[in-house]
């Protein structure tokens, strides 16, 4: 079996509603899918999905680096390998993990459509059939906006309800106080996600210790990527686990961790660690050094979502609630997956189904479409 043809397809997929993070209001995702088709007739999807604010990575620039770099790389190729695939695309470029995820993921899933297993299957075999979601509330015009999402999250059941912060941590405070009064001091954890907007200011140190009243479960990367030493010092004084995301780019962010890990949580994510395959390798260390780890997402469409599930059914020991519900954002209409796992719920079901146990409906895509680029 061989790689025959590469499909390129940017798009611009709309939201249902604008999601604010402190940089930014998004009101669509703008991402890459990619079809990756066989001479044996079997074709498997992935999906790029950029985030050009904390890692350098657009749409434009993924399917530069798709159309001129990697995709090229595959074509005449044995798509069973991956392995040997994804370290060809290492060698031809050392970062750009989003348009590595893309060809790693469609690699998965057609990998496990030719052997009839699931891709969690190819990752050596899942330890949970079910994954517990997070509910996530996006810095909205008003804070009783934000407190009617969040509750609206507890009556569905959802454990843990996620804010987006990262402005000005004073700011933070007023809207999970108000959020935590409003739902009881009984009611669902409240995490915060910083976004790295803290930068390691004197308001965080004055102001940071009382998210443990709050019943604040995380404390989600306050400072940039690289401030290891900042994160140190903060995990020591506080009492509230720091969860790490925009850290964990690589292998070397893992070794990091592993040197001192108590009071840290992992965030894997399949689009920054650059597919599947990588991902599963840095969940395996994060298990084996005994630091907890949970999954999340990347602002993907149900496509690189359903691989993220998969990543997350690894996982031995479930200490927190995953970040899997972002697919659940894109405008129905534009939904080009037709048995997507259903995320409105507390939990989400693994799939069974070969591959990454989905129908790509790719002819939906094309309204969707920027370009299509076809490298054979």
């Known amino acids: 079996m061989k790689i025959t043809e590469v499909v390129i397809r940017p798009v611009d997929i709309p939201r249902k509603d604008s999601f604010g993070v402190w940089r930014h209001q998004y009101k669509v995702l703008p991402n890459v899918y990619v079809a990756i088709h066989t001479d044996d007739g079997v074709t498997g999807y992935g999906e790029a999905g950029p985030i050009a604010d904390y890692f350098g990575e657009t749409q434009e620039t993924a399917v530069e680096v798709l159309r001129k770099y990697l995709a090229p790389l595959v074509i005449g190729k044995d798509p069973l390998n991956i392995r040997e695939r994804v370290a060809e695309l290492d060698r031809a470029l050392p970062r750009n993990p989003c348009a590595k995820a893309s060809i790693d993921i469609a690699l998965h899933d057609l990998k496990g459509k030719v052997l ?18 997070t509910f996530v ?17 507890q009556k569905a059941g959802f454990p843990t309800i996620k804010v987006k912060g990262g402005n000005d941590i004073r700011q933070d405070l007023h809207h999970l106080r108000t959020m935590r009064q409003a739902m009881g001091q009984d009611g669902s954890w409240l995490r915060l996600d910083a976004n790295t907007g803290y930068n390691n200011s004197p308001e965080t140190w004055r102001y940071v210790d009382q998210l443990e009243a709050l019943k604040v479960v995380l404390l989600e990367q306050p400072f940039p990527a690289e401030e290891w030493e900042a994160l140190r010092a903060l995990r020591n004084r506080i009492r509230t686990p720091i969860l790490l995301d925009e850290s964990m780019q690589s292998g070397w962010a893992m070794q990091q961790l592993a040197r001192s890990p108590e009071g840290f949580v992992a965030n894997i994510k399949v689009q920054i660690a650059g597919g599947l395959l990588k991902a599963s390798q840095l ?16 602002r993907e469409s149900h496509v690189g979502n359903t691989a993220s599930i998969h990543l997350a059914s690894l996982i031995n020991k479930m200490d927190y609630t995953c970040d899997q519900r972002y697919a659940f954002a894109v405008a129905p209409d534009a939904d080009v997956v037709e048995d997507s796992p259903r995320l409105d719920v507390p939990t989400v079901a693994v799939p069974d189904k070969p591959g990454l146990g989905i129908a790509v409906n790719w002819k939906k895509t094309e309204p969707l479409a920027l370009a299509t680029y076809n490298i054979k």
């Open 137 to 153: 509330v996006g810095i909205d015009s008003s804070i009783e906006k934000m407190v009617e999402k969040a509750l609206n999250g």
């Open 283 to 298: 969940v395996d260390a994060a298990q084996h050094f005994r630091i907890p780890v949970m999954i999340g997402s990347h």
């Open 116 to 133: 009839g297993v699931p891709a969690w299957s190819l990752l050596g075999g899942r330890a949970q059939s079910k994954i517990p979601l």
